[in-house]
């Protein structure tokens, strides 16, 4: 099992960065790609990075050039910077890893607001 367990939430003005952070536990040699979805009120949940194994990383286009996912191996640990944050970027924000071996876990969550 892996448990993930994510900060670095809260609010901020738009224009303004945070960074969010997911710590993992458990069977860290297990994890495949790790992931960063955001939901946002009413609407579906959406991928918004992803890092593999290798290094390889992509962005939904809407943050593309705002949002740097990475991660700290001797950690354990996986980030997400944010920087020129707009309202539409207010939602919650999990993070979820996939296993090699098939499965997946997700963080329960952390809100961001960006206020105008």
């Known amino acids: 099992q892996v448990q993930l367990v994510e900060s670095g939430g809260g609010l901020v003005q738009a224009g303004g960065s945070l960074r969010l952070s997911c710590a993992a536990s458990?069977?860290?040699?297990?994890?495949?790609?790790m992931y960063w979805w955001r939901q946002a009120p009413g609407k579906k949940r959406e991928i918004v990075s992803i890092?593999?194994?290798?290094?390889?990383?992509n962005y939904l286009e809407a943050v593309q050039g705002r949002f740097t996912i990475s991660r700290d191996s001797a950690k354990n640990t996986f980030y997400l910077q944010m920087n020129s944050l707009k309202p539409e970027d207010t939602a919650v924000y999990y993070c979820?890893?996939?296993?090699?071996?098939?499965?997946?876990?997700w963080g329960k969550g952390t809100q961001v607001t960006v206020s105008s």
């Open positions: 890092i593999t194994p290798d290094g390889t990383t």
């Open positions: 458990g069977s860290i040699a297990s994890i495949n790609a």
């Open positions: 979820n890893v996939l296993l090699y071996v098939g499965g997946e876990y």
